[in-house]
């Protein structure tokens, strides 16, 4: 339905393998076959040699009694070229999760040098798309100017429609909604994720080590293990010690600290690793640097260099 909507301005859309919305970018006829002008699933502009440009990708939670469908466009922004940049996570080549895969693509903007204001030219290609789609009339195209242009809720047969602002909070329904989300905010975010964990090791286990891309300042007998679930700790590993019993007891010592904390009610590693009594506490700064890149936390800027270790 959206390519539908973006192929009279833009031919080269369609929705690949991924249900991505992608723009192709070989020359016209690279394709080289018949084409179905109602597929959208392929362009004249498709080949191998060229990867296509992601402008759109989904997300869909489905529960007992809601369905949430969260769709992205990339229409016509300026820092396209920088995008990447915010994308790149130090913790991705030591983490691995039980979730669906993220693919990296390259991105491009459906609109690129549009003249005007090319969202409200979007929305209103798509609502038409829709209306098509689901042999609606007239009127719904025109609710959903009316609603876009006084933020009202507007309906018809067969169709409801209105703009997100905060006049929908006097809804009865939707104001409890928003109340749940604000009340449980930290869960929604953060307790939703597929269990993943990080560690020094490629699989988790204490044998194959990550060396070349683990950090200098890291000791090269460090062992770092966390595993995450639902946005608490529930597994943890850590020593630094080539000896395997005192590695046992320091695995202990930080597994008894780490289990059951929540990862965003943590800001700093390191006040919570000091408290360990182990005989490698020389280590700890360090380790608490690590982890703090690995999860982003706020105290993820301080290199740890100066702070000395104190019980």
Known sequence: MVVKAIR??????????????????????ANGSQLDTTDMHETEFQTDAQQALKVSGSAYKLTRARSLHHGTCLLDSPNIKELSQYLKSPARPFLKARGVESVR????????????DAASHFQGCVVGSFTTLYGLGPDCLAGFKHASARS????GAGWVCSSLDDSLASIPEIHAGIKELQARHAEWIYGQTPRFFV???ATGSSEERCSALLPSYLPETARIFVEVKSGVIIAARISTSPERCTAGKEDEDFQSLLIGLKIHEIEDFYPVLRK????????????????NEMFATNASVDPYGTRNFER
Do not use: M
């Not at 859309?13 to 919305?21: F, P, T």
């Not at 009202?152 to 309906?155: G, I, M, N, W």
């Open 276 to 291: 360990a009594r182990v005989t490698g506490s020389q280590h700890i700064p360090t380790l608490a640097r690590w982890l």
């Open 199 to 201: 560690s020094t090791h």
């Open 8 to 29: 009279p301005d833009n031919p080269r859309a369609r929705v690949n393998e991924r249900h991505d919305i992608v723009l192709d970018q070989g020359q016209p006829g």
């Open 152 to 155: 009202e809720l507007q309906q």
């Open 105 to 116: 693509s390259p991105v491009g903007n459906v609109y690129a040098g549009f003249k005007g």
